[in-house]
């Protein structure tokens, strides 16, 4: 309100009407006969109502006027311009005077501005102008700001007109308006910002453009990308205006809700200036854009190279060696490999390497680079890594993911080889305990319980120090992953059981046999590989029978796999075999073929049959064996045995067999 009754004073002094303008008109209306000889009389009576306060009366009897003459462009151009300044006249100190009445006020104003269009020409523009002005802020203050809007672009039309003073009225009461119509109406009030960038200087003009840039932002069907563009468009065009950061971030912001990573690159050297401003933004503008490029790098149809000719590249290399921000890292040793730059590659990848302890990051970079060219940079990446696994400041989740994707491809030989003679306190760090790192984000075995990251890593250092040959050496790897860091896979606790049967404690062993059954519960496919390890303690300790009914369970359990159910049946007979029952030990040999042909065991048991033979002395049957063996499975590491043991067996002098053993 208090702007309104501001402008409208304002308004009050630009008309001046001079006393005897009014007489003048009326003494002039003489002479005319088209024209109710009382008119000018009942406007002059109007003006003395409104004089002495008496407004109803006054509004009632010019109401009356207006209806006797009907509409201002009903009559003729010649008692137009007798009675049109006295009408013009009295609707303006009427209007005036029912200020604290907007509805009337407006009403009575909507009047004026009819007539003064249609018999004002004769009136000086600067009285014309300050009638609109009038007309505007009583408009404005009904609420009705598209009239107010109106009357005052019928006055920027004739600009030439407007004196200094008027021009800055208008504009700063349209830009007024326009803020105020944003949130109900911003399609309008950036009509109005539009009007005012047309006619005003040029600061007023860039607010004007920033404001309908905002009208944009305001209108709730607005997309992303029409809004990003809208605030472009302002910085460009007003790049020095000290609101020009904050469009360019609204801009980056909405380009990148948009996914649209090349237009909010483009808006970045504006949202970097540097500009002292407590309203400026605080944040690094840089921060949405990166996070956004990380999403598009991990997706597998854009190419990282398009960040060549970037900002935001250029923003960050001129960073250099202050860069710690694991996104941005990955993303230029994505670019250095992309670009075929070794050197900035390296040295990229060992900060990447150092600023993060996230896997995820890891992986998703090892994957694109893998795609790469013919996948050197990943395997370059993985050996950096590799390299630091006992390198305390490089942390193990970063360790962890480049050990996962070796075990994937099972490279166990580069793992094995990069641990060389370390142990486990150098690879985790003596301090290291289970609490202190969280469970991964994901796993090889999801059936399984979630590993903690450490303890992930040292069952997958130990496996390949196994696959190296270096059993006995994993032993104590077992004993930290699964005691100290609680890796509870079966998987695990069946190959630390297995580890501890070769070459560990026979307590210890039958312990951790134990607990790998009890692992297992009741789920018969995992019993199979417990029942095996169970059956070869037995057997080291000549628990024999004990050790047949296990294996039994195993040849019998249609879950265990053929090769594992042939291995069983073997050990059944190597039970017998070292029982010197030769007789049960080779009918149990026999079977072993007849349960996967292809097996390996069946080469082991045609050895192990000829040998029972032997002790039999059927020494043409143990012959057949052998024989069988070396045509059959001539690449086995059983047939330089066999083939041995058949050179030195006796000629035979019957068909039957010698019943002497030898």
Known sequence: MTTVILVTLGCVLAIDWKPSSAQEAVDSTHDSASVPANTLNELAEVRRLIQSGELSQANDRLSKVDQALGPAQSISEADRRQIGPAMIL????????????????????????????HAGADLPASRRNGIRMASASALAADGDFSGATQCLEEALAHADELDETHRQWIHTFLMRSAKRQMQSDPAAAATTFALVAKTASADVAATADLGSAWCVLSNPDASPAEIGNAMADFVRNHPDHSDAVVAAHQAIQHFILADDWRSADSMLPFA?????????????????????????????????????DSHWLKHFRRQAEPVSDSQVLALLVLVDAGGDQPDAFDD????????????????????????????????????????????????????LAACRRLAAAS????????????????????????????????????????????????????????????????HAWWIRA?????????????????????????????????????AAGTDTAKRVFVDLLDADLSIRALQFGHARDLLESVVRNPHAITTLRGRAQWLIGETYFLQQDYTAAIDAYRLVEGIDPESPWVAASLVQAGKSFEHLGRTQSASMCYGNLVRRFGDSPHSELARRRLANLPAASSQADSTLKR
């Not at 100190?93 to 909507?110: C, H, I, K, P, V």
């Not at 069946?494 to 059954?517: K, N, T, Y």
């Open 272 to 308: 970097m200036t540097s500009v002292v401003d407590a309203g400026a933004p605080t944040t690094d503008p840089t921060s949405g854009l990166t996070s956004m490029l990380v999403s598009k790098a991990k997706s597998g149809d854009w190419n990282p190279t398009e960040l060549a």
């Open 90 to 117: 009295t609707h303006v100190m009427l209007g005036q005077a029912l200020t604290q009445d907007s509805q009337n006020a407006a009403e009575t104003f909507r009047r004026c501005l009819n007539w003064l269009h």
């Open 482 to 518: 699964v005691d100290d860091f609680g890796d509870t896979r079966i998987t695990s606790l069946l190959r630390l059981a297995e580890i501890a049967c070769q070459h560990g404690q026979r307590d210890e062993a039958a312990a951790r046999v134990l607990a790998a059954r009890q």
């Open 411 to 474: 490279d166990w030989s580069s793992i094995a080889a990069a641990l060389g003679d370390a142990t486990a306190d150098d690879v985790i760090g003596k301090t290291s305990s289970p609490a202190d790192v969280a469970a991964p984000k994901d796993h090889d075995l999801p059936e399984e319980p979630a590993l903690k990251e450490p303890a992930e890593l040292l069952s997958i250092l130990a496996e390949s120090l196994v696959q190296d040959g270096r059993g006995q050496q994993s």
């Open 348 to 399: 990229d990848a060992q900060r990447l390497i150092r600023n993060t302890d996230d896997a995820d990051t890891i992986r998703w970079v090892q994957k694109r680079l893998s795609n790469i060219g013919d996948g050197t940079f990943a395997t370059i990446l993985s050996s950096k890594i590799l390299t630091g696994l006992t390198n305390n400041d490089i942390s193990i989740p970063v360790k």
